[in-house]
Each structure stands twice: as structure tokens, then as C-alpha cells.
């Protein structure tokens, strides 16, 4: 059995009977039933994953994952590539938009270079599989078993992660051009035709956006990924940093601890995962919705409705920093919130 397959058959149901006393000890709370909505129900699943009622997650994480792509050689970006590099370091500076919000929201942030066009970045975690991945637009993005290695090293780290104290995952990204290829991804596994994938990323002048349609849709007719097959299609039109992201969430579903989402880059890596190991999908946490076009086709194919809409498309794990201090939210109701019994408040029906 390949390591990857060891991973996946550690991925567990969620615990129904956890989930079943989460939902008695919420409708015991001194509140209409059901009327903190999504709230509760944000509880009821983070009790399924933890196994238990009495939920909290004192050390949370975000990882991001950066890798360059051969495919911005075809003009799909306005950002010079060296940004990739750039940001990272400030990244590791502290200086970045995740880096803020994270901390804000009580959170360490986990940089990984999986493919950035430099030499190794002191402070950065050197995972990285290759200087930028294939173009796309002309070859596949990696081979088969780099594909297999990168998801087995990040589903690695997550669970080495999970061993040293953290009890929950984010996922964020870094990488020039990579809405191109998330967004390859998202029309393959969504069965969509390029147009309702292909959004402008980072401020694409409109005037290219026809180009970069063109670009996802010259790279699925030349790469043909299968789209029964996730592997195959990160392999042939992914990225490095998407196939990291994919790593982690499985990763996080095998370490038994909620793993949550970004924004359009994260969905696409989802889609990944979710195509080579479905029981990942009660493990995902969306936090909000990509104000990328192919967002909610992507969403919708996955699923999951994200918490937030703040119309953001910054990336980085971003959105995912903005939804911890909800989770920390549900779970204090939880803790702290007192009972109708203990309140004397008794309630009548009928």
C-alpha cells in the first residue's frame, strides 16, 4: 500500500454520537432552539470532528504554500513573477495581509516553498519540488510522481503538525499566475467550459481576460486530464502550491482536525483532494467566498457554503484568518453559554 493510500484510510467518519450530543446540548442553552443558525450547526460539525463536546482550539494554524508557474510566460498576469519571491519574504517579515489578520485572530502562520523561482528563502520551510512548474499552456505542470510525492510530504506535515499541538489547519497560497491554473482545475472537475472558471485574479486588465480564457482552454485540449483521476489533473494543468494545499487538507482529515479553506485557490485545491479522497469533505471548513468568478462554481460543485462574502480575492490564507475568531465563536456558546434549567426558564410547547 503507497504512503498516500496509508493517509487516506486514517481519514475517519465523523463522530455521529458526538454530534448528537453537541445538538441535546445546544437546544439545552438558555435560547430559542436553533436560533444562533449556522452557529450551531459550525458546533454540531466541529463535535463530529473532535469527537467530543467540549470543543476548543487554543493553537491554530494557517500554511501557506508558494510555488511559481511556467504558464505566466503567456502573459495571464500583471504582477511581475518575482513577486512570488518578494512576499514571501515579507511574509516571513510579518508584513503581509495574512500575517495581520492571523494574528489578530490568534493564529501562527506556516510558510512552505513548494516551487518559488528563487533560491531557498531563510525563514520559509524548503519543501520545494521543482523552480516553477511546466507551462501549462504547452506541457503538463509536473509529472505523475511529483504529483504523488508533493501531496504525501504535505499530508506529512499537516499530521507532524497535528503531533507537536496544533488542533486545527488553514490553507492559504502564494504564486504568480496560479488563477490560471486553479482555475484549469476548477473547469475539468467541474465539467465547465473555461469561460465560467476564468476570473482576472490579481487585477487582470480586462482587456486580457479573452487571453487567459484561451490560455485554460489551449491547456485542457493539449494536457487532456482525466477528470476522474485528481492526480492526473494536478499533474497535467495544477500548480506546485495547489497540490501542497490538497496535501494538507488530506493530511488534516487523517489527523482528525477541522482543515480550513480560503478563497478560489483553496477551492480548487479541495476539488483535488475531494476527487482523490472524498471522505475529506466533513473535515472542510469554508471561510468565505473568492470574489473570483469561478467561486461559486466551485463551491457549488464542492459542496460547502463558506460563513463569510467580503468580496475578497487577496489569497494568502486570508479569508481563512478571518473566519477563526467565528469558530472560536462556536465553540464558547458552547462552553460558556448557560442552561434554561440553570437560568429558570422552562419553555412550553403547544
Keep these: 500500500m503507497s504512503m498516500l493510500s496509508q493517509i487516506i484510510n486514517q481519514i475517519r467518519p465523523l463522530d455521529t454520537l458526538s454530534m448528537q450530543q453537541m445538538t441535546e446540548k445546544l437546544d439545552e442553552l438558555v435560547k430559542p432552539i436553533g436560533s444562533l443558525g449556522r452557529l ?10 473532535s469527537r467530543r463536546t467540549d470543543i476548543a482550539y487554543p493553537r491554530k ?18 504582477a511581475p513573477q518575482a513577486v512570488s519571491q518578494i512576499q514571501m519574504v515579507n511574509m516571513v517579515k510579518g508584513k503581509a495581509g495574512v500575517n495581520v489578520l492571523a494574528k489578530q485572530a490568534g493564529a501562527e502562520v506556516l510558510l512552505v516553498d513548494c516551487g518559488i523561482d528563487s533560491a531557498p528563502i531563510e525563514g520559509v520551510l524548503n519543501h520545494k519540488v521543482a523552480r516553477g512548474s511546466g ?3 504547452k ?26 499541538g496544533v488542533d486545527l489547519l488553514g490553507v492559504g497560497e502564494l504564486g504568480m499566475g496560479n488563477t490560471t491554473s486553479a482555475a484549469a482545475i476548477v473547469s475539468v472537475l467541474c465539467h465547465a467550459d473555461p469561460d465560467d472558471a476564468v476570473g482576472i485574479g490579481a ?3 480586462p482587456g486580457r481576460l479573452q487571453h487567459k480564457i484561451d490560455v485554460v482552454r489551449r491547456a485542457i485540449e493539449i494536457n487532456q486530464p482525466d477528470a476522474k483521476d485528481g492526480i492526473d489533473v494536478l499533474a497535467k494543468v495544477g500548480g506546485f502550491e495547489l497540490g501542497g ?14 482543515v480550513v479553506l480560503d478563497g478560489f485557490l483553496s477551492y480548487a485545491a479541495a476539488l483535488i483532494a475531494m476527487q482523490i479522497a472524498p471522505t475529506v469533505h466533513p473535515y ?24 463569510l462574502d467580503m468580496e475578497m480575492r487577496l489569497g494568502e490564507g486570508s479569508g481563512g484568518a478571518m473566519i477563526l475568531p ?25
Design 326 to 350: 467565528i469558530i472560536d465563536s462556536a465553540c464558547m456558546i458552547t462552553r460558556q453559554m448557560g442552561t434554561l434549567s440553570e437560568c429558570d426558564i422552562t419553555l412550553s410547547i403547544g
Design 245 to 258: 494545499m490538497a496535501g494538507v487538507i488530506i493530511g488534516a482529515a487523517a489527523a482528525g482536525v477541522p
Design 203 to 205: 487585477n487582470l486588465a
Design 40 to 49: 450551531e450547526q459550525l458546533a454540531i460539525q466541529l463535535s463530529g470532528i
Design 139 to 164: 506541457e503538463a505542470a509536473m509529472t505523475r510522481d511529483q504529483a504523488v510525492a508533493l501531496i504525501e510530504r504535505s499530508a506529512a506535515l499537516a499530521m507532524e503538525q497535528v503531533n507537536q
Design 135 to 137: 507551462n501549462i499552456a
Design 284 to 307: 472542510l471548513i469554508p471561510s468565505h467566498c473568492s470574489a473570483e468568478k469561478g467561486a461559486q462554481l466551485a463551491l457549488n460543485y464542492l459542496g460547502v457554503r463558506p460563513y
Design 61 to 78: 494554524q494557517i500554511i501557506v504554500m508558494a510555488a511559481d508557474h511556467g504558464v505566466y510566460a503567456e502573459g495571464i498576469c500583471q
